[in-house]
T-cell receptor, first 116, second 117 residues
């Protein structure tokens, strides 16, 4: 059974600081997704990482994937209050036909609070 | 291009009742997946439909069933509701294999908040 673990689960940080969220998974996969969720809202796609060594950046967020270590990181640079949200990583192990995305297995999420 | 839509937004049901939730996929997307998100947890995969056939299923009992229609919209049906079924239900559509290119992106709808009393 695929397991996806995120840490930390809760993170309170100050504006301007840097931090990293870690996502470990238990089964070989080269498809890793990061989502953001604001309270009471749906999931917003941040990054889709599809190969070993993939790195993507958008604004103050950068995600990377190491498929050999089964590890993805989401790095936050110079955090601002607007980045406060819950961040989920999810893994797709290509079980199904259709040629597209699988059913995703999600981590428990990292609840991030950025204080002024 | 419209995004993924779901209805209703909120729903309150009594234990033992049945419920149907609806999802309209993003235009051109032939794959829809349904997820259950309990409060404070990550979403859990229920099942996926591809071109009107169930394409995969997570660890949910048979009282969770679904349909996908020719226009790729979808329904999630839950029979014999239990208190633990209270959750946010999310559908996600994806393009899959199209024009020789595979897209793995999943686009989530706003969700239906189901409360079972």
């Amino acid at each position: 059974e695929l397991k996806v673990e995120q840490n930390p689960l809760f993170l309170s940080m100050q504006e301007g600081k840097n931090y990293t969220i870690y996502c470990n998974y238990s089964t070989t996969s080269d498809r890793l997704y990061w989502y953001r969720q604001d309270p009471g809202k749906s999931l917003e796609s941040l990054f889709v990482l599809l190969s070993n060594g993939a790195v993507k950046q958008e604004g103050r967020l950068m995600a990377s994937l190491d498929t050999k270590a089964r590890l993805s990181t989401l790095h936050i640079t110079a955090a601002v209050h607007d980045l406060s949200a819950t961040y989920f990583c999810a893994v797709d192990i290509g079980r199904y036909s259709g040629g597209g995305a699988d059913g995703l297995t999600f981590g428990k999420g990292t609840h991030l609070i950025i204080q002024p | 291009e419209t995004g993924v839509t779901q209805s209703p937004t909120h729903l309150i049901k009594t234990r033992g009742q049945q419920v149907t939730l609806r999802c309209s996929s993003q235009s051109g997307h032939n794959t829809v997946s349904w997820y259950q998100q309990a409060l404070g947890q990550g979403p859990q995969f229920i099942f996926q439909y591809y071109r009107e056939e169930e394409n995969g299923r997570g660890n949910f009992p048979p009282r969770f069933s679904g349909l996908q229609f020719p226009n790729y919209s979808s329904e999630l049906n839950v029979n014999a509701l239990e208190l633990d079924d209270s959750a946010l239900y999310l559908c996600a559509s994806s393009l899959g294999l199209a024009g020789g290119h595979v897209s793995y992106e999943q686009y989530f709808g706003p969700g239906t908040r189901l409360t079972v009393t």
